[in-house]
T-cell receptor, first 114, second 115 residues
């Protein structure tokens, strides 16, 4: 168990809908990262937050947004969902924002858009 | 920009034989390199990292990786494969000169170890 908790584990929804994925980092970790894993794109970095502030941005669509709250949990909001958004979404955390730190990954949220 | 290439989609090896999973990288600053493993229906687990120092890095479960700056490679190795090593392996790179923790992953290599 990595200590990173993601809910829900599975999510089935329809095109055009909006969903929220939640992540609780390991106790004491200040950085949260979101990744999208799909068969055709592989593991894509979406966004990083450190202590409530956005730290780095990757290939995140404008329909997607994220935030990190004062208690350090994070939410990834996906709106106007399309079939192509179906993927496994991972959250990861690390102690700080330093580049030599390893990430601890949650078990992911499997999103299916029908 | 950072990028990672894992040239093999799948590597097959017999149990007891040595294994190598290949990785090459591109980064403008200092490369910080990582290997992660993903078992079915699980999140990624950290195996090992190279930040600086010895080119041969030892990690979890008997794995090691060799950093080669001239070839921009960071191949994962194990002297004797186990069936339980069968999983999806990811190489990842960070730009050590940047001020973010942005970690870029390769496409992944499936390792199949047969009894």
């Amino acid at each position: 168990d990595s200590g990173v908790t993601q809910t829900p584990k599975h999510l089935i929804t329809a095109t055009g809908q909006r969903v929220t994925l939640r992540c609780s980092p390991r106790s004491g970790d200040l950085s949260v990262y979101w990744y999208q894993q799909s068969l055709d794109q592989g593991l894509q970095f979406l966004i990083q937050y450190y202590n409530g502030e956005e730290r780095a941005k990757g290939n995140i669509l404008e329909r997607f947004s994220a935030q990190q709250f004062p208690d350090l949990h994070s939410e990834l909001n996906l709106s106007s969902l399309e079939l192509g958004d179906s993927a496994l979404y991972f959250c990861a955390s690390s102690v700080g924002h330093l580049t030599n730190e390893k990430l601890f990954f949650g078990s992911g949220t499997q999103l299916s858009v029908l | 920009a950072q990028s990672v290439a894992q040239p093999e989609d799948q590597v097959n090896v017999a149990e007891g034989n040595p294994l190598t999973v290949k990785c090459t990288y591109s980064v403008s600053g200092n490369p910080y390199l990582f290997w992660y493993v993903q078992y079915p229906n699980r999140g990624l687990q950290f195996l090992l990292k190279y930040i600086t120092g010895d080119n041969l890095v030892k990690g979890s479960y008997g794995f090691e990786a060799e950093f080669n700056k001239s070839q921009t490679s960071f191949h994962l190795k194990k002297p004797s494969a186990l069936v339980s090593d069968s999983a999806l392996y990811f190489c990842a790179v960070r730009d050590g000169s940047s001020n973010t923790g942005k970690l870029i992953f390769g496409q992944g290599t499936t390792l199949q170890v047969k009894p």
